[in-house]
């Protein structure tokens, strides 16, 4: 499969909480979060979420600081009995992407 990511995305100790914005559904579903970039995050759960579809999110980061954003559900992909999903942060402040920017500077140069 071609790679389309704008930014390289790699593991972060994090979870995320999504709730879909447009009514719908108010239910809160928790998540696995695979693979994270300042551009959109990648996870797993359980619950079938829509390509498309925009949700709240709060993003707990290795500081154990929680990131509030909006995101839109752009890859679906059923792996078993869980769904894997793709996401891109939308209108994430300036400030929060930057810090996930920073976590993968210093983890770039730990590994050197």
Request: aromatic share 8%; with cysteine.
């Amino acid at each position: 499969m071609e790679e389309r990511r704008k930014n390289v995305r790699m593991e972060m100790p994090s979870t995320l909480t999504v709730k879909r914005l447009d009514g719908k559904s108010s239910e809160e579903v928790d998540i696995e979060v695979i693979d994270v970039s300042k551009t959109g995050v990648g996870f797993s759960c359980s619950a079938a979420l829509e390509i498309g579809a925009v949700y709240e999110a709060n993003l707990r980061i290795w500081t154990q600081e929680v990131l509030h954003a909006f995101i839109e559900i752009v890859r679906i992909e059923k792996k078993g009995t869980l769904f894997e999903y793709g996401a891109i942060f939308i209108g994430m402040p300036e400030m929060d992407s930057a810090r996930i920017e920073v976590y993968q500077t210093v983890e770039t140069e730990l590994k050197k």
